[in-house]
């Protein structure tokens, strides 16, 4: 079956042989798009990362399931099922509840009831932390008050998925 249906042809105004002349015209009904990328979805389990690149600045709530990571700068509080990624040069300012923190940027702001909290090299938290466990790098810094080992009604939801 033909993807269009072909209707030029060849002139003494268009020189150019049948293949080298402008494409032909193809009816709506005949177009099929060429460019469409297909991705499988995930498994039921598994779920996806969304990203807020390095060129954005974005101010308002990231809420839902699945995986955060922030490259730019965002304004606003994060509550979110699965983990929470800030990468080096990235800047959030506001509330942090998510399963696994990982913080590279900057944190102004309280990171709430997280099973796991790493903070990387060149990581700032300015704002208290109350997690599972903590993982602070050299390098990094941090003003606030923090508590971890402490196991609340929050964080067993987060780490047990209910």
């Known amino acids: 079956m033909a993807l269009w249906k072909e209707t030029t042809t060849p002139t003494s105004s268009n020189p150019l042989p049948p293949a080298a002349a402008s494409p032909p015209e193809r009816s709506i009904l005949d177009q099929t798009p060429t460019n469409v990328v297909r991705r499988a979805k995930p498994a039921s389990g598994d779920v996806g990362e969304s990203v807020i690149a390095a060129n954005l600045s974005i101010e308002g709530k990231i809420e839902g399931a699945g995986n955060v990571r922030i490259a730019g700068r965002f304004k606003g509080d994060v509550h979110i099922d699965g983990n929470f990624n800030i990468e080096p040069g990235a800047h ?24 796991r909290v790493d903070v990387l090299e060149g990581g700032v938290i300015v704002g208290d932390v109350k997690a599972g466990s903590i993982t602070v790098a050299a390098g990094s810094r941090m003003r606030g008050h923090v508590e971890f080992g402490w196991e609340d009604e929050k964080t067993s939801r987060l780490i047990d998925g209910k």
């Open 92 to 115: 959030l300012t506001g509330q942090v509840l998510a399963g696994i923190v990982i913080v590279g940027g900057e944190l102004q702001g309280n990171i709430q009831s997280a099973k």
